[in-house]
């Protein structure tokens, strides 16, 4: 591993601990040279999933645009940084719970829709708006409504 800073490959391991549930390792590090700190994740490379588009078209699934999605919907929201983190390792665990290594891209956006639903309403407006692609504001009013407290 070399350093982020000043790119030697001399380094040690201060601290490691299992996350999201055993899959990951995190590892604080230091550099023998600088002596700054960073931190490096370690995960099973295994079999990628591939995502079916609606057109038919197959990609590899990519945890960066499903991360930069959930930043949109939750830009300027009261969500850690933290808990987005645990929200998109929530979505890869329940995407990775599927049989086979193919998902529907509309079966993503459902789990990411259910997930933002319980977490922020506004942000599970947001995404709902450019998931089901609304087409004027009686769309939005329709997926606010049950929202609403009842009166």
Do not use: W
């Not at 295994?46 to 038919?56: A, F, T």
């Not at 609304?134 to 409504?145: A, G, L, M, N, W």
């Amino acid at each position: 591993m070399r350093c982020p800073f000043c790119k030697s490959p001399r380094d040690k391991v201060i601290d490691s601990r299992a996350t999201s549930g055993g899959f990951v390792i995190r590892r604080r590090r230091q550099c023998r040279e600088c002596s700054r700190r960073y931190t490096t994740y370690e995960r099973a490379e295994e079999n990628p999933l591939q995502v079916i588009k609606k057109d038919g078209s197959r990609e590899l699934y990519d945890r960066k645009k499903l991360t930069n999605n959930l930043l949109k919907a939750c830009h300027k929201r009261p969500i850690p940084a933290e808990t987005l983190e645990q929200l998109v390792d929530s979505i890869e665990a329940r995407l990775g719970d599927s049989p086979g290594r193919e998902i529907p891209s509309s079966e993503i956006g459902e789990v990411i829709m259910d997930t933002l639903r319980k977490l922020d309403q506004v942000a599970y407006v947001r995404f709902a708006s450019v998931y089901r692609d609304f087409k004027d504001v009686s769309e939005f009013v329709s997926e606010i409504k049950p929202m609403l407290p009842q009166e």
